[in-house]
Nanobody, 123 residues
Framework: QVQLVESGGGLVQAGGSLRLSCAAS???????AGWFRQAPEKEREVVAA????????SYADSVKGRFTISRDNAKNTVYLQMNSLKPEDTAVYYC?????????????????WGQGTQVTVSS
């Protein structure tokens, strides 16, 4: 089992920045990880993903160049640095842990989810 706890959400003005953190515990070794978001009345969408090694990342087109996903395996923590935030980035952000895989796998099913953290960007 893997437990995930997100933090760092809040209210920010358009153009501002936030850094989300996802602290993991349990059997986290060798799992890729991702950040997702869900806005009101919209489906959950993937924002960014990172391999277990940290050597590979992927991003949704809507956040490329603005968001950066990273991880510190020694601290069992995954981060999402969000810059140049826009009102359309407003959503509940979730981190997720994927399956045990090869070091550079960055896609696949996600088995464990955090409770989410609210990000609100005002115009």
């Amino acid at each position: 089992q893997v437990q995930l706890v997100e933090s760092g959400g809040g209210l920010v003005q358009a153009g501002g920045s936030l850094r989300l953190s996802c602290a993991a515990s349990g059997r986290t070794f060798s799992r890729y990880a991702g950040w997702f978001r869900q806005a009101p009345e919209k489906e959950r969408e993937v924002v960014a993903a990172i391999s277990w090694s940290g050597g590979r990342t992927s991003y949704a087109d809507s956040v490329k160049g603005r968001f950066t996903i990273s991880r510190d395996n020694a601290k069992n923590t995954v981060y999402l640095q969000m810059n140049s935030l826009k009102p359309e980035d407003t959503a509940v952000y979730y981190c997720a842990a994927g399956r045990v895989s090869i070091p550079d796998a960055v896609t696949g099913p996600y088995d464990f989810w955090g409770q989410g953290t609210q990000v609100t960007v005002s115009s």
